[in-house]
């Protein structure tokens, strides 16, 4: 008897993550990835074309974010299981996306050991969480779905599109230094023009290149220098100060970025205020070959995230990246609430 297949849409707009979900689902051989989208209006738009028996489903998607893109879905689609697959730790998110229309939630950091079991619930008709979600309550976000299907309103209320759900700690892997610069540009561009400060802890080559980026931007870049609301630093030095033994030490990391992410704070309009820092550190430790050092640098970063109100965006090289394992690459991608590439 031939086991009928099931066929799967799977939506998420970083490139090496699909790579790895489709490796994970080859392990089951019913399972068959019959599209891909990068972005939440094209899974609304694929789902209603292919109708597929499960999309696998990120929320921090351009365009529509996954949850918007699953209302949508569940109108267009609605025999569709979704199963949620993201970065995205936040309770109330979590809530939003079961109460959306998803069956179930896997953080990306425990596809590995989560996915094929949560798959297999989902398309059993059970609801399955994450192992490290389960001690929350999310029995009413259910109950909400459960509603919905009765009544076209969801109750609880969703984030609306391309909103910021969480402070952000992302990461952004560039293909050149054009790249890189241009996100640099408008991540560091965007938080000046709104009064907040800036932290750029980069090479020399992309400090050199973003101070007339930001000029073009309409930033007076002098003054923002002069009040304390702009601060560059280089990322090979600034690294040097808190490495111990090839290995980031806590103390000196914590005391020297608390410090800066206070200083830039106080000096925004307005008073204390929200602060945009990029940082190149991990890649220069990848670069180097010190994975593990890059990793406990992230940890430290999504850890100063938490405290202060700070955004984070750190810069990796793809010429880099292609030269890692895709273990450690999503290492390094389990501890950003989002990775891009361009």
């Not at 051989?29 to 597929?52: N, T, Y």
């Not at 939630?105 to 969480?129: C, D, F, H, P, Q």
């Not at 990848?286 to 999504?302: R, S, T, Y």
């Given at each position: 008897?031939?086991t009928?297949?099931?066929r799967?849409?799977v ?14 689902l080859?392990?089951q051989?019913?399972l068959q ?5 990068s972005?939440?209006?094209e899974?609304?738009?694929k ?8 999309i ?5 998607l351009?365009?529509?974010?996954g949850?918007e893109?699953?209302?949508r879905i ?22 939003g ?16 050991k989560?996915?094929l079991?949560a ?6 008709g ?7 979600l ?11 779905q459960?509603?919905d299907r009765?009544r076209?309103?969801?109750?609880l ?6 909103a ?8 952004g892997?560039y293909?050149?230094d054009?790249?890189a610069v ?10 000046l023009k709104?009064?907040h ?7 020399k080559l992309?400090r050199e ?5 930001l000029?073009?931007y309409?930033?007076d ?8 609301r ?11 100060t808190?490495m ?41 430790l990848?670069?180097q070959?010190?994975?593990?050092a ?10 100063l ?5 700070v955004d984070v ?6 010429g880099?990246?292609?030269?890692m ?8 991608c ?9």
């Amino acid at each position: 008897m031939v086991t009928p297949l099931i066929r799967v849409l799977v939506v998420d707009d970083f490139e090496p993550f699909r790579r790895l979900v489709a490796k994970l689902l080859q392990q089951q051989r019913e399972l068959q990835i019959i599209c891909e989208a990068s972005d939440g209006v094209e899974a609304v738009q694929k789902a209603e074309e292919i109708q597929p028996d499960l999309i696998l489903l990120d929320i921090g998607l351009p365009n529509l974010n996954g949850i918007e893109a699953a209302r949508r879905i569940r109108r267009v689609s609605p025999n569709s299981k979704i199963l949620f697959v993201s970065q995205e730790t936040s309770t109330d998110v979590v809530r939003g996306a079961l109460a959306s229309g998803g069956s179930g939630y896997v953080l990306k950091m425990n596809a590995r050991k989560e996915l094929l079991t949560a798959v297999n619930a989902v398309l059993g008709g059970r609801w399955s969480i994450g192992a490290s979600l389960v001690g929350n309550k999310f029995t009413d976000a259910k109950d909400t779905q459960t509603a919905d299907r009765t009544r076209s309103e969801v109750v609880l209320p969703l984030p609306p599109k391309n909103a910021r759900m969480t402070r952000r700690h992302e990461a952004g892997f560039y293909s050149d230094d054009r790249s890189a610069v241009d996100d640099l540009t408008q991540f560091i561009g965007a938080a000046l023009k709104t009064g907040h400060a800036a932290i750029v802890v980069a090479t020399k080559l992309h400090r050199e290149s973003l101070l007339p980026r930001l000029q073009a931007y309409g930033l007076d870049i002098g003054a923002a220098i002069e009040q304390g609301r702009y601060i560059a630093l280089d990322a090979a030095d600034t690294l040097s100060t808190f490495m111990l033994d090839g290995m980031p030490d806590l103390v000196q990391f914590t005391k020297l970025f608390g410090d800066l992410v206070v200083t830039a704070s106080k000096a925004a309009k307005g008073g204390p205020n929200r602060v945009a820092l990029f940082g190149e550190m991990c890649h220069l430790l990848w670069e180097q070959g010190n994975v593990e050092a890059a990793i406990q640098v992230e940890k430290l970063g999504k850890q100063l995230v938490r405290t202060y109100d700070v955004d984070v965006l750190c810069g990796y090289s793809l010429g880099s990246v292609h030269q890692m394992d895709s273990r450690t690459l999503q290492r390094i991608c389990a501890e950003h609430s989002a990775v891009h590439s361009r």
